[in-house]
C-alpha cells in the first residue's frame, strides 16, 4: 500500500469551462500526440484502422444531451481526464508504490518500472481515469504534463499541458489551485467551479464550470391577417385562376 502525503505545498489541477467546451477534440489529440513522444512510454494502439479498433488516451470527451427544467435539450461536451484527488485511492491501492502522489505539487503519477499491471488502482478510481497500456502492459494516466511544466527549455506560454496550450475555445484552465488568488481560483469562486462526483469523497483537485443558464427568446406574438380576402395583383390571380377550366369556381 501506498500512503498519501499529508498536505502538499500546491495543487495543481485543471479548471474546465463546460460551457464552452465544443467537444472539438483538440485536446483529446494534443494529449496523445505529445506523450506519445514523451513522458513515459509510448501510447499504444491496437488494430487502429481495423474493424474494431482500441488504445490508450489519458483524456477523454464524452457527449450528453441534457433536458433542464425549462427550455430545450442541451448539448454538453464532458472532457475526463485524472482528477488528481487529494484522498487519491488509485495511490493507497497501489501494492507496490508505483503510484503516488507528489508533496510538492499534488501531481499523481504512476512509475512506470515498479508497475505489475495489476488493475488495482484502474478498480479504485470513481471516475475511470486510468487506462492500461496493453502493448506496455502497465498502467498510465494523465500527469499534468510535468515534462511542460517545468521545462525552462519551452518558452513561458508553453509551460502548461498540451490539452490546455491547444484548446481552440479557452475551455480549460491550469493553475494552482491552493492558492486562492490564482486565476483558476478565482475563476472557481465565480462561476461555482464544482467536483465532479463529490459523494466520493475523494476530493478531486480539478473543477468543472457548469453551463450557463442559455438566453431565451420570448415568443412572437401571433400576427392579425392583413385582409380576409386576397386584394392586389394576389386577388386578381385569385379570381382569374377560378374562371379556368378545371378551376374552384
Not at 503519477?109 to 488502482?121: S, T
Not at 473543477?207 to 392579425?224: C, G, H, I, S
Request: hydrophobic letters at 35%; a negative charge; proline letters at 10%.
Amino acid at each position: 500500500m501506498t500512503d498519501l502525503p499529508e498536505t502538499t505545498e500546491r495543487k495543481l489541477g485543471l479548471v474546465i469551462d463546460l460551457d464552452t467546451c465544443v467537444g472539438c477534440h483538440a485536446c483529446v489529440i494534443a494529449c496523445k500526440g505529445w506523450n506519445d513522444v514523451a513522458y513515459g512510454a509510448p501510447l499504444s494502439d491496437q488494430d487502429p484502422y481495423g474493424a474494431d479498433p482500441s488504445g490508450t488516451f489519458l483524456n477523454r470527451v464524452h457527449s450528453y444531451e441534457v433536458a433542464p427544467e425549462e427550455g430545450p435539450p442541451q448539448l454538453v461536451h464532458f472532457p475526463k481526464s485524472c482528477l488528481h484527488c487529494e484522498d487519491a485511492p488509485c495511490v493507497t491501492v497501489c501494492p507496490t508504490g508505483a503510484s503516488y502522489k507528489r508533496a510538492e505539487d499534488g501531481i499523481v503519477l504512476v512509475e512506470e518500472d515498479a508497475c505489475i499491471g495489476c488493475g488495482l488502482c484502474a478498480w479504485a478510481c470513481p471516475y475511470g481515469a486510468r487506462e492500461m497500456d496493453m502493448a506496455e502492459g502497465v498502467m498510465k494516466k494523465c500527469t499534468l504534463c510535468v515534462d511542460r511544466i517545468y521545462n525552462e527549455h519551452l518558452a513561458p506560454e508553453d509551460r502548461e499541458p498540451a490539452c490546455v496550450r491547444t484548446c481552440p475555445a479557452g475551455a480549460r484552465h491550469f493553475g494552482d489551485l491552493a492558492d486562492p488568488e490564482s486565476a483558476v481560483s478565482r475563476l472557481v469562486a465565480e462561476r461555482g467551479g464544482m467536483d465532479l462526483m463529490p459523494e466520493q469523497g475523494t476530493r478531486p483537485v480539478n473543477k468543472y464550470l457548469p453551463p450557463r443558464e442559455r438566453d431565451r427568446m420570448p415568443a412572437a406574438p401571433a400576427l392579425e391577417p392583413v385582409a380576409q380576402e386576397p386584394r392586389g395583383f394576389l386577388g386578381w390571380l385569385d379570381r382569374t385562376l377560378d374562371r379556368l377550366p378545371g378551376g374552384r369556381g
